[in-house]
């Protein structure tokens, strides 16, 4: 699309073929391409007396799959790499993400900031610890990434 194109990332416990709709809708809106880096974000649960003693459900559930986000930090960054090779060098990319995607994204910018990968990159309501939000868009905006 000559708009650029879109890359959607979403939060703790959606299906992807949500965030695939998800991803169309928010494009569709900016005229861009879209693209979804759908994630494990709701993991069975690990079978632990000990575990199941001490968190709730909901508990148990959003810290498993905290750890499957931390897992996917490197495929992100690794299928951003070849999203941005694989277009040309003046389509923008644009990125959404929502709740935990939004930590996602962020760390993922660490291992790979740049303008040309992270053009502009929107947060909706981020499930990111206050410190780590404040390095990692810093790091970034010096980079030349737009918030």
């Known amino acids: 699309a000559g708009g650029g194109a879109h890359v959607y990332v979403h939060g703790f416990n959606n299906t992807p073929q949500f965030a ?3 991803a169309a809708l928010l494009a ?3 005229g861009r391409a879209a693209a979804c880096f759908a994630w494990p974000s709701n993991p069975p649960l690990p079978r632990s007396w000990a575990i199941a003693a001490v968190l709730s459900v909901a508990e148990r559930n959003y810290t498993a799959a905290e750890q499957q986000m931390q897992r996917s930090v490197s495929s992100l960054a690794a299928c951003a790499a070849r999203l941005r090779e694989g277009l040309p060098a003046s389509t923008k990319l644009q ?3 929502h709740s935990m995607g939004c930590y996602l994204v962020l760390l993922a ?3 790979r900031v740049d303008a040309s990968t992270f053009h502009r990159v929107v947060l909706l309501a981020p499930d990111v610890p206050t410190w780590f939000f404040v390095d990692a ?3 970034a ?3 030349d990434v737009r918030f």
Do not use: F, G
């Open 109 to 111: 910018t660490r291992e």
């Open 20 to 22: 695939a709709r998800t």
């Open 137 to 139: 868009v810093k790091r």
């Open 95 to 97: 990125w959404t993400a």
């Open 141 to 143: 905006v010096r980079a």
């Open 28 to 30: 569709a809106a900016h």
